[in-house]
């Protein structure tokens, strides 16, 4: 992979960065010195165009979301005394038109989040959005446009096979940067711009694989040079030794060819830890490689961002990580078995947590998972504070307890749900199945937190969830239900549906749905239907009061919306996580109303 011109080749500044000289002699040329040519200034001028390109996508989705914030706020506080809210039941015909066909269509017909499997085991993955499709493929458009953008391919081969050479080169190491930026948990843009990281992820593979692909064209049009002037002898000699400058650019363009390889859905799913630590690993080579490769050639420079951007992240999650668990005893986790394969983690902060409903965090168990980590929705979040051994202390000294002290004993408590898969969490349950009375605590390390969402702005609030889709949910129904009891939300009305396979499951949340369900002013505004798929017998389904209701059976997903549909207060927002297959159908309903329905489409997921 040659990043940049070789000095035994015909060109001068490697192709970009313009200014630069070099000795041609080989390779081709005419042995001369040359300055900067017609060709690397528009390799520069490309290098502006891509970064004005960045700049109109970034700037796009931060207009969007101060439009959408200032609409939600106003909205927020027009509804605070007003019960009907009719003016924001109807849509605006030009913004439902753009949800419907493309911010909440699907690719083709209706399927989007499920996933496509050739078997139990082997997941293929899912299906881009509409708008996402439109975006990847623009972009991919637009790099394949600047590889041939204003070479003149009327010239000499070996004019042609160099300027093509250099372009390719160029634009993959610019699309480093997006690259690696997008592959961060502490992705700035994630908050500037409101994209979810799941949709980041996507975009950072197809990210990934233009800069592979750009990288193959960039080699291969310097080996079609080399093969036809000196011949393959030359050209291996010098990839093995003799040019550090080849040897360098041959194992960059074999490491992204590794990556490349094993980045399809079926591999990552099937050895996801195996292959995340391979991923870093080859990420971190490839850096090094094209590092060496433009060695004191002007577009290294380019290169100090990507790795910058890398050493920002890593040391962000690494600062998260000793701010939020270090010291106060250090962060412990309690698990436990629950019915139906399940457990709960309780984890128990160093320090105070101001938590949000819709986020997530990642969990490190080193006497479980050493140092991998994963993410977890966070379910519930109380504050606790031990101070029946520190009032004891005082007594004994004869001192009271000030204020200080108080809040140095206090604690957050965070719960997550966690259904029993492969790898880490299979060993997880296992050593609480082990343990007695199915529990045990251990040291544990908290990252986080990420994400977070507000759904108080609509007047109407509809959750769905499948399974243990319900912990992204139960935080939501907490948060309205007290901000309706004080006054300080626009939502008149909260639908939770939970579909669940056994009533066993309903333990996972009981105790958190009997706080919310003794909350003042609950049942002016709450209303819980629960579906039970795999019910043992009829005499397991019984609905405890009007406001909370059990069925058996799977929801009609259609005649749940419609009654929404007819019964809702202004704007509805429609959430559902769960399984793809609900997520597709509830999807394919509310777009059919969109214009005639206010209504927004949320979907959580998290995909690798």
């Known amino acids: ?45 490309v290098q502006h165009f891509f970064g004005y390109i960045w700049v109109a996508f970034v700037s796009a989705f931060i207009l969007y979301q101060i439009v959408f914030h200032l609409v939600r706020y106003l909205r927020t506080m027009a509804c605070l005394n007003n019960e009907t809210q009719r003016y924001f039941a109807t849509p605006h015909a030009l913004y439902a038109w753009f949800k419907k066909n493309f911010l ?22 899912t299906l881009p959005s509409r708008l996402q499709m439109f975006l990847l493929v623009g972009y991919f458009a637009t790099n394949v446009g600047f590889c041939a953008w204003s070479i003149d391919w009327s010239q000499p081969y070996s004019n042609v096979a160099r300027e093509f050479r250099n372009r390719t080169g160029i634009l993959a190491v610019m699309n480093m940067i997006p690259l690696f930026l997008l592959a961060g948990r502490n992705n700035p843009f994630i908050t500037f711009t409101g994209i979810s990281f799941d949709t980041m992820n996507l975009i950072h593979r197809w990210f990934g694989r233009i800069v592979v692909l750009e990288a193959i064209a960039h080699t291969a049009a310097y080996f079609a040079n080399k093969v036809r002037t000196a011949g393959w002898a030359e050209l291996t000699e010098k990839i093995t030794g003799k040019s550090e400058f ?16 094993q980045s399809p859905s079926p591999v990552r799913h099937a050895f996801y830890e195996t292959f995340l630590h ?14 060496m490769h433009l060695n004191g050639r002007p577009q290294q420079f380019m290169l100090y961002g990507v790795v910058a951007l890398w050493v920002f992240e890593r040391t962000m999650r690494l600062a998260r990580l000793i701010v939020r668990n270090v010291g106060s005893g250090g962060t412990k986790a309690d698990v436990e078995v629950l019915p139906g394969d399940a457990l ?44 029946n051994v520190a009032s004891m202390v005082a007594d004994e000294k004869g001192l009271p ?26 060993r997880l349950y296992k050593k609480a199945d082990l343990s007695a009375a199915g529990k045990f605590t251990t040291a544990a390390f908290v990252e986080g937190p990420y994400g977070g ?12 969830a499948a399974g243990i889709g319900i912990t992204h949910q139960v935080p939501h129904v907490r948060d309205i239900v007290a901000r309706y009891a004080n006054g300080t939300t626009a939502t008149r009305r909260l639908t939770l549906v939970w579909i669940i396979q056994s009533p066993e499951h309903l333990e996972w949340i ?9 909350m003042p002013r609950r049942r002016e505004i709450l209303k819980i239907l629960l579906f039970v798929t795999r019910p043992r017998s009829t005499k397991e389904i019984h609905s405890p009061s009007s406001s909370v209701q059990m069925f058996p059976g799977k929801p009609n997903v259609q005649a749940l919306i419609d009654q929404e549909m007819q019964e809702g207060i202004g704007a509805t927002c429609v959430s559902v996580c769960g399984t793809g297959s609900l997520a597709d159908d509830l999807r394919r309903v509310v777009r059919d109303r969109e214009s005639k329905w206010n209504v927004d489409f949320r979907e959580e997921s998290f995909s690798w």
């Open 1 to 45: 992979m040659a990043f940049a011109q070789d000095s035994s080749s015909p060109s001068g500044g490697g192709g970009g960065g313009g200014g630069s000289q070099s000795q041609s002699g080989g390779g081709g040329g005419h042995g001369h010195d040359e300055g900067p040519t017609e060709a690397d200034f528009r390799n520069v001028d």
């Open 104 to 125: 909440d269509a699907p690719l083709f017909r209706t399927r989007h989040h499920r996933e496509f499997k050739l078997s139990t085991a082997i997941n293929v993955g």
């Open 246 to 261: 080849l040897t360098w650019g041959f194992v960059g363009t074999l490491t992204f060819c590794f990556l490349l390889i």
């Open 278 to 291: 391979l991923h870093i690993c080859a990420a971190a080579l490839a850096v090094a490689a094209v590092w």
């Open 344 to 387: 709960r983690v309780t984890v128990r902060m160093a320090r105070p947590w101001r938590f949000r409903p819709g986020q997530h965090a990642y969990i490190y168990m080193p006497l479980v998972g050493l140092w991998t980590n994963h993410p977890f929705s966070l379910a519930w979040s109380e504050e606790e504070e031990e101070l």
């Open 401 to 426: 307890m000030n204020r200080q002290d108080i809040l140095e004993m206090r604690k957050t408590s965070m719960s997550f749900i966690v259904r029993r898969r492969t790898g880490f969490t299979e």
């Open 453 to 464: 969402e507000d759904l108080t702005s609509y007047g109407t609030v509809m959750l769905w």
């Open 510 to 518: 009981r105790n958190w749905m009997t706080q919310i369900l003794s």
